[in-house]
């Protein structure tokens, strides 16, 4: 695991979107593995700004995000079809029609079922991740257990409180999701996780500890042979991490 320290919030979205675009420059036609959250939002600015301003060439990317919630449709201001959309891909030149999103209206079945036949055709080249205060990657939520591929998540309550600051009420967010599973995640060519916000105890469960623990599932990137991490100096500083 590759260990980067930013000195702000600017500088690690920087980093980012160099992993992203020399992915993106070596190999036009690439797959990018998505993630929403606010962690990834100053990447996705500045690679929009880079394909505006620099010629990044997104013409040939293909993408698959990581989850959705169920029960969503996607003009839904929270459903994270919308947010990739608003985000990115309506500031970039990507074809609209090679980006995917799990569907999360309809029937539950046949929705997950398109994802994972999504998955099983996409080669992903790079999968971004941000990681919630419990450690979790995607909707993959501690447990005993973990699953290899794209399946349905009930959120734990303190995800439930994490991402109330989305919604108008607590009560509006939803409590399933689709995600993809922890070998879906794994078999990405390459990680690029993002740590931004209060996440000190899931940070020092990945960075100071070697167990591999699906109680933690960010620790499963410990895995992963090529995985970038990425967090801010004040992080790094509150859990006393010196890389
Ligand atoms: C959600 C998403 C995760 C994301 C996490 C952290 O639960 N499903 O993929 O990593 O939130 O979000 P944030 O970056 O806003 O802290």
Known sequence: MRVIIGKDYEEVSRLAADEIEKVVREKPACTLGLATGSSPVGMYRELS???REEGL???AVR???LDEYVGLAPDHEQSYRYFMDDNLFDHINIDKANTYVARGVG???ANLAEFNAVLEKADVDIQVLGVGPDGHL?????????WDGAHMETLDESTVDANARFFASR???????FTMGMGNIL???????IISG???EAAKRLLFSDKIDPRCPVTFMRLHRDAVVLLEKSLADEIGYQG
């Open 49 to 51: 700004r880079r394909c």
């Open 57 to 59: 060439d997104f013409s």
């Open 63 to 65: 993408s698959v995000n």
């Open 107 to 109: 029937d539950p079945d």
């Open 138 to 146: 995607g909707f993959n939520e501690p447990g005993e257990t973990l």
């Open 171 to 177: 009560d509006e967010v939803p409590r399933r999701a």
């Open 187 to 193: 078999r990405a060519g390459k990680l690029l996780l």
């Open 198 to 200: 209060r996440k000190a």
